[in-house]
């Protein structure tokens, strides 16, 4: 906006609206009849908004008189440039510098268009009555979740993640494939066992026994694992444990 540029909200109570790191601009003057006021109605939100001219003192929800800045509420974040003192807001949160992140909008769209277990369970999944996390559709032993952690068809009982191995002296090394659009409320934890019973996290085990520590690099939508056990030649399994948070 222009400097001493005013927002211009008035007539028909505007409701929830955002203005996203705007520069120049005030929020006085808005007119439109004293019938139809308020000037903006709930959620009015300035994120990282930087003053230039206008009142210096706004109060928003005055009794008398009305005033050409009646809002219900407003929401101020990171608000920047000329001082301001304020009445009748919600919130004003952290005045005087710039508030994280730098875009309201940009980061509520990412959030919004972020795949998640129920939004891959969603696209990917043929029969919704078998879309559960824990569910397997398929029949090929690999959960949903699972599924969803490698990228590979919940659908279809032929589509197995390749997986490799090799093992030298005391250390393990496999490679697997994962979901290059990884839903954001998965997580996958390596662990070990001596018996398939009891298994361990990285860096731990039986009392008294070996520990198995794990290193992970991701490459080209694989992921490259180093189980180093403290043990030589000390036989063990290893498993991927797949997880929603
Ligand atoms: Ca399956
Ligand atoms: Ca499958």
């Known amino acids: ?9 008035h007539s028909g109570s505007p409701y929830a609206n955002l203005m996203d790191g705007v520069t120049g601009g005030h929020f006085g003057g808005n ?7 308020p000037h903006h109605g709930k959620h009015f939100v300035a994120w990282n908004f930087n003053v230039s001219g206008g009142p210096s003192n706004y109060n928003f929800w005055p009794n008398e008189p009305r005033n050409g800045h009646t809002f219900t509420s407003p929401i101020f974040a990171g ?11 919600e919130i004003n949160e952290l005045p005087g510098q710039a508030v994280e992140p730098a875009s309201l909008f940009e980061a ?19 029969d919704p009555a078998m879309a559960n996390f824990d569910q397997d559709p398929d029949g090929d032993g690999l959960t949903n979740g699972t599924e969803a952690y490698f990228g590979t068809n919940p659908n279809n009982h032929d589509n197995l993640p390749q997986i490799s191995g090799t093992f030298d002296n005391n ?3 496999i490679a697997h494939p994962i979901n290059p659009n990884l839903p954001n409320d998965i997580q996958a934890t390596y662990e070990w066992s001596l018996d398939i ?12 026994g070996p520990t198995v520590t794990f290193n992970s690099t991701e490459n080209n939508n694989s992921i490259s694992v180093s189980a180093a056990s403290t043990s030589s030649n000390q036989k063990f399994f290893f498993r991927i444990r797949v997880t929603q948070q």
């Open 1 to 9: 906006m222009a400097g001493n540029q005013r927002i211009d909200s």
């Open 31 to 37: 007119g439109g009849p004293w019938s139809s006021y």
């Open 79 to 89: 608000l920047q440039g000329k001082a301001i003192s304020m009445s009748g807001e």
């Open 108 to 126: 509520q769209l990412a959030l919004r268009l972020a795949e998640t277990y129920a939004t891959w369970a969603t696209s990917n999944i043929s």
């Open 171 to 173: 250390n393990l090394t």
């Open 197 to 208: 019973e009891n298994w361990y996290p990285s860096g731990a085990g039986p009392v008294g």
